[in-house]
């Protein structure tokens, strides 16, 4: 009986022993897959980060170039602008120097007798 007790004691001895080794193999996969997945999220983490400073790149660069064509159609608009404000101007100008010295006095009496309220003007109304 005593053999067969200190059978069971060496078989539960090497039972612990086969469970703790499977135990430690175990615990060193699960480090080496923690380790393996602490590398891929730090390999996507900035896979993720170079991919959105590529987006930010090409936004800005978008955005630079939408800036220079707005910044373009504003000064032809206001190049146009001043065009068409000398050309009226020039049109103005041209008509009164068709105005012979007659009309130019006639128009300057007119004038006056409104300011002053003369008979005879609408300003005296």
Known sequence: MAAKRRDDGERADADAKSKLSRLLETELELEAMLK?????AKRL???AESAAENRVRQFELQLEAEEAIVRDRIARE????????REEARRESDQLDELDDAKVNELASYVLDLLLGRPGSRGSD
């Open 78 to 85: 206001r190049d146009q602008a001043i065009d068409s404000i």
């Open 45 to 47: 983490v900035e896979l």
């Open 36 to 40: 393996q997945a602490k590398q891929e």
